[in-house]
């Protein structure tokens, strides 16, 4: 474990985390995967950390107790990222205020931390397909506003910290989602795993 690089990848159990987890411990990476109720197969270069991410308050616990795992990480991933799915005219307040904490916060306090460690080198932030188009959103407003304001934030990052390898990739609705689309092509989560790989790998030294 110690001779080799280390990476934190939130919503590791989902479906593109579980791809994640698989390309990068392959890969000859180590992992420590968070998730929040479905823990994956644990192995000797895989550690599954359990984390409630719902208040600012336990996600700064989250950190605290894994911050000695947390320092040995060179890679982020910010794949964690609930989505609110509803008719923009039943939108409330707590609708945005929870996508905005999932997609945005969440990625913003675990991203800062990393960055107060001084061995962070790549950061993946994870969108959606058309993310920050000005346009209107039928389903997902406020998940698009998180993301946008994620896309902002990443290529503010990269401006202040030059150093450090600041990346968003946003795929099409990945096979086997739960939300789908009308039309267009699906992305396989194997396919998108394999190029956050390629971008994590080029950015750490």
């Known amino acids: 474990m110690n001779d080799l690089n280390k990476v934190l990848i939130t919503g590791a159990s989902g479906l593109l985390g579980r791809s994640l987890v698989k390309k990068f411990t392959y890969g000859g990476w180590f992992v420590f995967a968070h998730y929040n109720k479905n823990k ?16 600012i308050e336990k996600t700064r616990k989250f950190i605290e107790k894994n911050k000695k795992n947390l320092k040995q990480c060179t890679a982020l991933i910010n794949n964690y990222g609930p989505i609110t799915y509803k008719s923009t005219a039943d939108i409330t307040s707590s609708d945005l205020n929870s996508d905005l904490h ?10 800062s931390y990393l960055l107060r460690s001084g061995k962070l080198q790549s950061v993946v932030n994870i969108g959606f397909e058309g993310v920050g188009e000005i346009r209107p959103y039928k ?4 998940y698009a506003i998180a993301k946008a304001g994620l896309q902002l934030l990443t290529i503010s990052y990269e401006s202040e910290f030059p150093e450090i ?8 609705s990945l096979t086997g989602g739960e939300y789908g689309k009308a039309s267009g092509e699906y992305a396989e989560p194997e396919s998108i795993a394999e190029e956050i790989f390629k971008i994590v790998c080029s950015g750490n030294k």
């Open 40 to 55: 994956g197969a644990g192995s000797d270069v895989c550690e599954w950390l359990p984390g409630d991410f719902s208040t």
């Open 102 to 111: 999932g997609n945005l916060i969440v990625a913003s306090e675990i991203t």
């Open 139 to 142: 389903k997902i407003l406020p």
């Open 165 to 172: 390898n600041f990346s968003m990739v946003s795929p099409s």
